[in-house]
């Protein structure tokens, strides 16, 4: 069973970072491409945000570049997405899954919260 947690989330003031964390389980994690992708409120779709391949190659969202770095540790199967400079346009759920996605994958998620 295939199981995706993330955690790091919480309330910043514009301007501020977070780093946010993802455990993988089930997965043969060295051998998946990963990516974080997020749920703004009123939406329903979720957003591409950050992506690193099996090779750390690394592409992101436009609203991202420059604020934002993604990283893997294949030892502890966890994929890492620091993001800088936050805006309360990037109020949402964040939630880590493979690349391309499977929708049997999400997990919870976490929230965060970016006001002044």
């Known amino acids: 069973q295939v199981q995706l947690v993330e955690s790091g989330g919480g309330s910043v003031q514009p301007g501020g970072s977070l780093r946010f964390s993802c455990t993988a389980s089930?997965?043969?994690?060295?051998?998946?491409?990963m990516a974080w992708y997020r749920r703004v409120p009123g939406k329903q779709q979720r957003e591409f945000v950050a992506?690193?391949?099996?090779?750390?190659?690394?592409d992101y969202a436009d609203f991202l570049k420059g604020r934002g770095t993604i990283s893997r540790d294949n030892a502890k199967n966890m994929v890492y997405l620091q993001m800088d400079k936050l805006e309360p346009e990037d109020t949402a759920v964040y939630f880590c899954?493979?690349?391309?996605?499977?929708?049997?994958?999400w997990g919870k998620g976490t929230l965060v919260t970016v006001s002044s």
């Open positions: 899954n493979t690349y391309p996605l499977r929708v049997e994958y």
């Open positions: 992506h690193i391949s099996k090779d750390y190659m690394v």
């Open positions: 089930g997965i043969v994690f060295a051998l998946n491409d």
